[in-house]
């Protein structure tokens, strides 16, 4: 299937700095991403949808100017935690469609865990 | 909120086939069965998909009941690398939907 990447795999930040997580579809096209963020056993929750060259998309709750998003190009999408909070620290993924694939199922990245202390 | 009841947890023998059942009562007309996987600290892995007809690739099949309210993703000889958190997801097939996870079933492989 398709490869979708992430970089960091791991950040630790200290309390009110911002850190920017990179998702790349490797080999294919993404008009669309997604940013999820996941806590110790709980399950994936949308934060939101990352349109290429267009803004962000964001689910109820989550805080836009918090959690800046980035979809400069078809290949990759960023996601900047802005003035970082121990509460921030969790497991963030990304995924995409691969337009071009057989299906519609999405491929999501090996995801970037954030600490912030 | 996820629109898919699995069970909790589950525990399959190492080579036996294992059953994840689940269930989605009030998926639409144009709603697909999606099934993703989690293993611990990864990104979800996609697994397979179906609308009505029963479906099967290189790694599992699926069963989907006639009423289309519930079904069943089979691995036909579970190994020790299965275990994983198994998400049952409904979702049309645009592509660029949104996905949304419920609390998956937590499936472990005993030895």
């Known amino acids: 299937g398709a490869v979708v990447s992430q970089h960091p795999s791991r950040v630790i930040c200290k309390s009110g700095t911002s850190v920017k997580i990179e998702c790349r579809s490797l080999?294919?096209?993404?008009?669309?991403m997604f940013w999820y963020r996941q806590f110790p056993k709980k399950s994936l929750m949308l934060m939101a949808t990352s349109n290429e060259g267009s803004k962000a998309t964001y689910e109820q709750g989550v805080e836009k100017d918090k959690f800046l998003i980035n979809h400069a190009s078809l290949t990759l999408s960023t996601l900047t935690v802005t003035s970082a909070h121990p509460e921030d620290s969790s497991f963030y993924i990304c995924?995409?469609?691969?337009?071009?694939?057989?299906?519609?199922?999405?491929?999501f990245g090996p995801g970037t865990r954030l600490t912030v202390t | 909120d996820a629109k898919t009841t699995q069970p909790t947890s589950m525990d399959c023998a190492e080579g036996r086939a294992a059953n994840l059942p689940c269930n989605h009562s009030?998926?639409?007309?144009?709603?697909?069965v999606y099934w993703y996987r989690q293993i611990h600290s990864q990104g979800p892995q996609y697994i397979i998909h179906?609308?009505?007809n029963n479906e099967t690739n290189e790694m599992a099949s699926l069963i989907i009941t006639e009423d289309r309210k519930s079904s069943t993703l089979i691995l036909p000889h579970a190994t020790l690398r299965d275990t994983a958190v198994y998400y049952c997801?409904?979702?049309?097939?645009?592509?660029?939907?949104?996905?949304?996870f419920g609390t998956g079933t937590r499936l472990t492989i005993i030895p």
């Open positions: 997801i409904v979702s049309p097939n645009f592509g660029n939907e949104k996905l949304t």
């Open positions: 995924s995409a469609r691969d337009p071009g694939g057989l299906g519609s199922e999405q491929y």
């Open positions: 009030t998926i639409s007309g144009n709603e697909y």
């Open positions: 179906g609308l009505k």
């Open positions: 080999d294919f096209q993404a008009t669309t």
